[in-house]
């Protein structure tokens, strides 16, 4: 027998279990089905086809709470977070990477520079998820600076705690673990190659991911990842392991880009005019800041960047948003030809 609170039930969830069920967490999903985490152990179950739709974020996710009744998931219970990024390719559906978080560890690798704009986009998205983003920098034994390298990615992750470990000596692991004490839950995401599956095992205190190497071609990681899977640790706490990702597109309507970017955001307040595009507007804060060097215009640049992939994402989704978006088109355009001095 499992304690349910060992893997994350809260009582308030009670409520909304449909009668002649019981509670279980999911732990894998794989091949249309769902292996599940329980009272009386670990299962397999089928989902009902009635738990999807077309948008993506419907369907059960690793991490989520299903009601169960016989081998059968009935119900997926209301989720107090989500890591949803937009699906590969040329889509609008979301993928749900992993659900109900207390805690996302943005992995990222001290054996080369730091990626700053790729720890800023997966920051962003974490902050959109409801958990609270960390970043954990691996292979700090193959760092020969590890104090400078931090502090670069800290100057970057505004309100984040930046956390440099090593799954070879243990440096830096207490911290990891004092993150997911018994009952919480955390995701560990980034590219292949940064040591995701190393610190799994360091954390399990045994082989529980398969390891890969970097490929000699291109020096990218290999995927040994091959599916999202919920683990629980020795210490109590539970740990989503996932897969690289080639692509972190945006799905939310941005306000994750503008928490993981708040010194930029926090400037654009007070530009002298709301609808400043910071160019060359009197009165720009950001233009100013970035004159003045307390901005790298790098950083500035990636803001713009996911602001608009962010409000791309939002008219694909949304019908209102086009609406509102063909509406202001249409004003614009108006505008222009009513101009008293328009050449005819």
Sequence with gaps: MTDLSELG??????????????????????????????????SRVHPAAALYDESGLSGPAVG??????????????????????????????????????????????????????????????????????VVVLTKADLCDDVAAAAEQVREDAFGVDVLPVSSV?????????????????????????????????????????????IRASDGRGRHTTTARELHLLP????????????????????EG??????????????CRFRDCQHRTEPGCAVASAIDGGRLDPARYSAWRKLQAEAHRQLLRVDARARAAEKARMRSFHRAIREQPNRLR
Excluded: C, H
């Design 9 to 42: 039930w809260t009582l308030g969830r009670a409520a909304e279990l449909p009668a002649g069920s019981v509670p279980a967490r999911v732990s894998r999903v794989d091949r249309g089905r769902l292996s599940v985490l329980t009272a009386e152990g670990e």
């Design 169 to 213: 000596t243990g440096a830096g692991l207490d911290a990891v673990r004092d993150l997911l004490p018994p009952g919480r839950t955390g995701a560990m995401v980034g590219p292949s190659g940064v040591g995701k599956s190393s610190l799994v095992n360091a954390l399990a205190g045994g082989t529980i991911a398969e390891i890969g190497g």
């Design 235 to 254: 210490g109590g706490g539970l740990l989503v392991d996932t897969p690289g990702m080639r692509e972190l597109a945006l799905y939310d309507d941005g």
């Design 257 to 270: 880009v503008d928490t993981a970017y708040a010194d930029v955001a926090l400037l654009a307040a007070d």
């Design 64 to 133: 989520d709470w299903v009601a169960v009744r016989g081998e059968l998931a009935v119900a997926v219970l209301t989720r107090t977070s989500a890591f949803v990024r937009t699906g590969a390719g040329r889509t609008s559906a979301a993928q749900v990477i992993a659900a109900n978080l207390d805690t996302v560890l943005v992995v990222d690798s001290l054996s080369a520079d730091a990626r700053l704009r790729r720890v800023e986009r997966y920051l962003a998205v974490a902050w959109s998820s409801g958990a609270t983003p």
